[in-house]
Each structure stands twice: as structure tokens, then as C-alpha cells.
């Protein structure tokens, strides 16, 4: 009955390789999010869907691609990785876009990505 | 300036004293605020939610916020050894289009 359940946990593979975190919600929620935290522990937003529809698009590299299939799933590919991706990627899931003050984001439970 | 800033801490206090944790922000016209707990190699979780100016108490939790300082921060009373963990301030940011801002955080040891 997890709530946001992403896949891998962990993700160890070699510079130049290509990967895919998924992810996905059983809450119900309309919008959808990939967070990147670093060393220090800063979390940054990279994308974010509502509904399907990409509302948020950071400055990240284009090796990296989102794709919503569907308002319960958030994939998040990334091609050519390099030393520089190494970090926690978390999924999140919020209603509304995170706009109702009474709740707050959803996380998964992070995808620890090494990349050597 | 960083949109939202926490000081990284650590911040240590004893086991059931009060915890104090601060947070500032840029962005004038943000309306909502939140305080996440991540304990170390686990998900944020949310603990706090606060949007009018003053205080909102759940358990040993309080939130305060005063928005003309654009300052909110949260309480822990009693505070004790598994509260141990990384608060993060979160602030709805509404300048340049909605998103939600994260501090980098502050970690809190309370020693037993």
C-alpha cells in the first residue's frame, strides 16, 4: 500500500550509460514531480507534470527526460550519464500542484544513483 | 540571496528541551510554508503546514510565521533523541511563476 513507490532503490552503472528511475502514485494525486538532492543534502526541483501536461522544466541537462504516461506514473530517463548525476533522485506526488497550504508533498523513497 | 535560507546547523540541544529552527525567504508574496523532517538516508516527510501569520501548535510542534519579516520557524518541545534529524523549510513561491522552494536545511541532533 505504498503511497509513492519509485524503482530502483539503488543505481550503480557506469559513466556513458543510459537509465530509467520510474515511479508512481496510488493517491490519486494530479501532479507529479522528480526533486534531485546533492551531497549536501539540497533539494532541487528538476521536473514537474499536472496531469500528463509538463508544467516545470528546470535547467537540466537534456540528458535527462521525463515522461508521464498516465497522471499516476512519472518516469525520469537519463541518457550519457557522467560522474556529475551521481546524487538521490526523489519522486513526489502533491494534489493541485502543491498549491492547497493544508497538504504538502508525497515523497518516494529516493533512488541513490552512482554513477562510476 | 538564496529564496529560501536555513541555517545548516548542526544544532544541538539535550533531550527535552526546546528546539528552535529558522527560516527565511525572498520572495515577498509567498503565501504557504512547510516544514519537512528527513531522517538521514530516508525520504522528506511532512510535519508542518503554516500559512497565516502567528503560530500553529500540532503535538511538540509549533510553526511560527510572520510574514512582514518573511521569517517562519519551527518549535520542538520536549525534544528527544528521535527527533534527531534534517528539518527543511519549504515556501510556495508565487514571483515568476508558482513552485515550491526548498531550504537546504537544518540538522538537529538532541542528545539523550
Known amino acids: 500500500d505504498t503511497a509513492v513507490s519509485q524503482t530502483p532503490k539503488y543505481l550503480v552503472t557506469q559513466m556513458g550509460n543510459d537509465k530509467s528511475i520510474k515511479c508512481e502514485q496510488n493517491?490519486?494525486?494530479?501532479?507529479m514531480y522528480w526533486y534531485k538532492q546533492d551531497s549536501k543534502k539540497f533539494l532541487k526541483i528538476m521536473f514537474s507534470?499536472?496531469?500528463?501536461?509538463?508544467?516545470i522544466n528546470e535547467t537540466v541537462p537534456n540528458r535527462f527526460s521525463p515522461k508521464s504516461p498516465d497522471k499516476a506514473h512519472l518516469n525520469l530517463h537519463i541518457n550519457s550519464l557522467e560522474l556529475g548525476d551521481s546524487a538521490v533522485y526523489f519522486c513526489a506526488s502533491s494534489q493541485g500542484q502543491g498549491r492547497d497550504p493544508n497538504y504538502g508533498y508525497t515523497f518516494g523513497s529516493g533512488t541513490r544513483l552512482t554513477v562510476v | 540571496q538564496k529564496e529560501v535560507e536555513q541555517n545548516s546547523g548542526p544544532l544541538s540541544v539535550p533531550e527535552g528541551a526546546i528546539a528552535s529552527l529558522n527560516c527565511t525567504y525572498s520572495d515577498r508574496v509567498s503565501q504557504s510554508f512547510f516544514w519537512y523532517r528527513q531522517y538521514s538516508g530516508k525520504s522528506p516527510e511532512l510535519i508542518m503546514s503554516i500559512y497565516s501569520n502567528g503560530d500553529k501548535e500540532d503535538g511538540r510542534f509549533t510553526a511560527q510565521l510572520n510574514k512582514a519579516s518573511q521569517y517562519v520557524s519551527l518549535l520542538i518541545r520536549d525534544s528527544q533523541p528521535s527527533d534527531s534529524a534534517t528539518y527543511l523549510c519549504?515556501?510556495?513561491?508565487?514571483?515568476?511563476?508558482?513552485?515550491?522552494?526548498f531550504g537546504a536545511g537544518t540538522r538537529l541532533f538532541v542528545k539523550a
Open positions: 519549504a515556501v510556495n513561491r508565487h514571483t515568476g511563476g508558482f513552485k515550491t522552494i
Open positions: 493517491l490519486g494525486h494530479d501532479t
Open positions: 507534470y499536472n496531469n500528463k501536461e509538463l508544467i
